[in-house]
């Protein structure tokens, strides 16, 4: 039986497809997290990369550009340092939000330290855009360069945002396309324009990953309250334990009447948490239809991802991506 055919999610199917692909990535990721004079930075970023992630920001590169029928070497190359960027985030985020587990693995920061994690961080940031600049394309460098900012603007604008009650939709929109849909369009897009394809499938593969994007993140939320801490590697109410007001959060809010605000206000914006306010968060999610609303917004973005697929060419790999923008949703119930 072939990889193929023992595959049975999306992003596995996709995994099985890219095979060959994907072990050259892994392989030139090893190669460039290497440092001569530095053995903590393959260590730190090791211990990240070894444990067990999807890849599927890389995959979604290399999907792209074989959807585009690419046929050079360099989405190896975008591909790798998608991942670079995507691991450089996560070692700066674990830092930034005290951390403690990853993919059900203690964080880097909690095993080594904040410096190191910050400092590798950067190191792998350094790492991605030397491998942008090997693919010889100035409007990659453009792409992949202006989603770092963006990414980096996003966190910001969420250390402002994420314990004011006055956030809103829209502000939160403009975090999540920062800090996780815009890798992912990146991702898509670059695979694109290293395959030369045509204008109209380039912006249709950054249109599938921004909503991809912004689907899986809003779904990340949701599963916060609503998912499995065996599954997720959280545990239920991180969220509100740190004080993060995403969608749930925010469409509760706007329907909360003095006394709901009352609590939302000291619990999000002051901090001033006791025992049993997860469960009145969860019995207030769920009287005002917060997770149900946010599920329904996460299916939205999704169907706007397919939607954008509709301008490339028919192709396996095509169908893969349809089917992926599914899978998202479908991680909750």
Request: hydrophobic letters at 45%.
């Amino acid at each position: 039986m072939s990889l193929d055919e023992t595959a049975t999610k999306p992003h596995e199917r996709l995994g099985a497809h890219l095979a060959d692909q994907m072990q050259a990535v892994n392989a030139l990721i090893r190669e460039r997290m290497a440092s001569e004079h530095a053995p903590r930075i393959p260590e730190v970023s090791a211990h990240l990369v070894d444990a067990g992630g999807k890849r599927l920001r890389p995959m979604l590169t290399l999907a792209a550009a074989d959807l585009c029928g690419y046929g050079g070497g360099h989405h190896i190359h975008l591909a790798a340092t998608v991942e670079f960027i995507h691991t450089a985030t996560l070692l700066h985020d674990d830092v930034v939000d005290e951390s403690g587990q990853r993919r059900g693995r203690p964080t880097a920061n909690l095993l080594w330290d904040n410096k190191s994690s910050v400092l590798v961080g950067d190191y792998l940031f350094a790492r991605s855009f030397q491998l942008m600049v090997e693919t010889g394309s100035l409007r990659v460098l453009d792409i992949l360069a202006n989603a770092a900012a963006t990414i980096a603007e996003g966190e910001v604008l969420q250390l402002t945002a994420a314990q004011d009650l006055k956030t809103d939709e829209e502000i939160y929109l403009k975090v999540v396309r920062g800090k996780t849909a815009a890798l992912f369009s990146a991702a898509t897009e670059v695979g694109g324009v290293i395959a030369g394809a045509p204008e109209e499938q380039i912006r249709a593969l950054h249109t599938y990953g921004d909503a991809l994007g912004i689907s899986f993140q809003i779904v990340d939320d949701l599963l916060d309250y609503a998912g499995q801490a065996s599954a997720t590697g959280k545990n239920v109410g991180d969220d509100f334990r740190e004080r993060k007001l995403t969608l749930p959060l925010i469409k509760a809010v706007a329907k909360a009447d003095a006394e709901e605000r009352a609590f939302w206000s000291r619990t999000i914006e002051k901090g001033d948490q006791r025992d049993g306010d997860l469960d009145r968060a969860l019995a207030l999610l769920d009287k005002h239809q917060a997770l149900v609303d946010t599920r329904t917004e996460a299916l939205a973005w999704a169907a706007r991802a397919k939607e954008a697929l509709t301008v490339l060419p028919e192709h396996p790999v095509r169908d893969m991506l349809s089917d992926l923008a599914d899978y998202v949703v479908a991680r909750v119930s």
